[in-house]
């Protein structure tokens, strides 16, 4: 009888053991829990009509003109701030529309965002979810804004 | 060190069936071999040999009636008293079932390094490498009027998510 319960008590310690080797990795919260992404986005008006290219894009300006045929490309905004996990930052867009971008996973150089375009009245112009490595850019257009059309440059640090 | 690569390759048994006599011919030759380079195999061996001797000279216990009787009333009253101590478990422990069997103990700390890796990267679950641009487009829902398309445009680094508004919205 005795055998059998310090044979059983043993076995038990092994199991608690072996629980917690295994089991606490299971508990242990994911990465980037209690980091904040530093966001920057840059809202640009696009058109065909004179204006150039607005010396504060900077590399961007470079790129924006290898990728689309606008004659003009004028920043309007540049807001910058930050977001911990799973938290909202909002920006407010011309004409009363709304970007909100939402880390929902943050590791080592890469993030999950969320983001989501409202126009005006609330309705939803676009909600996607986009996989950003520190320093890339992803953008946002074809809303349209006055002769031409609004362009959201979206970056994560 | 070859006593250990001889434990390791689960040459513990054999020894033992050497020592016993109960190898056959073939095996027996390799073992000898083996033992001729290590000196530590040929002590167990040794140790074998004498425990089995040892086991085969003592002699049977014999019981009156009377003690037959008394002997199993007395071990239950000793246990229930706790006057007799478990020298070792009813059952092996798991160190002694590791060592016994050497492939058992490799495969269970090969799963225990997959599980550990499994749980490592279970934590880091939406993460796959992105491409060389560094954007991954995921999901886009935009609103049933509009449509979207995703393009990255030749020479440039830029992964573009473009939505076409309906006009008449």
């Known amino acids: 009888m005795r055998s059998s319960r310090a044979s059983f008590g043993q076995g038990l310690r092994w199991r608690f053991l072996l629980l917690g080797i295994f089991g606490v990795p299971l508990f242990l919260p994911g990465p980037g829990w209690g980091q904040a992404v530093s966001l920057q986005a840059q809202v640009i008006y696009a058109a065909n009509q004179s204006g150039g290219v607005d010396s504060r894009l900077g590399n961007l300006a470079e790129n924006l003109q290898k990728t689309f045929r606008y004659s003009m490309y004028q920043l309007l905004d540049a807001p910058k701030g930050s977001a911990a996990l799973n938290q909202t930052w909002s920006v407010t867009l011309p004409d009363s529309r709304l970007l909100e971008i939402t880390p929902t996973a943050i590791q080592e150089g890469q993030y999950n965002l969320t983001v989501h375009v409202h126009g005006s009245g609330g309705k939803s112009l676009v909600n996607t979810v986009v996989r950003l490595r520190r320093g890339s850019t992803v953008l946002v257009g074809g809303s349209s804004y006055q002769q031409g059309v609004l362009i959201i440059a979206i970056s994560a640090n | ?169």
Request: proline residues 6%; contains cysteine; charged residues 20%.
């Open chain 2, 1 to 169: 060190m070859a006593h250990w690569l001889h434990r390791l390759g689960g040459r513990g048994r054999r020894l033992a069936a050497y020592a016993a006599g109960e190898l056959p011919p073939a095996e027996r030759s390799s073992v000898e071999i083996a033992l001729a380079a290590c000196p530590v195999c040929r002590r167990e061996v040794e140790a074998c040999r004498l425990a089995s001797l040892a086991l085969r000279k003592s002699s049977r216990v014999g019981l009156t009636a009377e003690e037959a009787a008394a002997f199993l009333p007395e071990v239950n009253r000793r246990i229930d008293h706790g006057q007799v101590r478990a020298t070792r478990p009813a059952r092996p422990d798991l160190r002694e079932i590791l060592w016994d069997h050497p492939r058992l103990g490799l495969a269970s700390a090969f799963a225990a390094a997959l599980m550990i890796v499994g749980l490592t990267l279970s934590q880091w679950g939406p993460f796959v490498t992105t491409p060389g641009n560094g954007v991954e487009v995921v999901s886009v829902d935009v609103d049933e009027d509009g449509s979207v398309m995703v393009f990255e445009a030749p020479g440039s680094t830029l992964k573009v998510i473009w939505v076409f508004e309906n006009s008449s919205s």
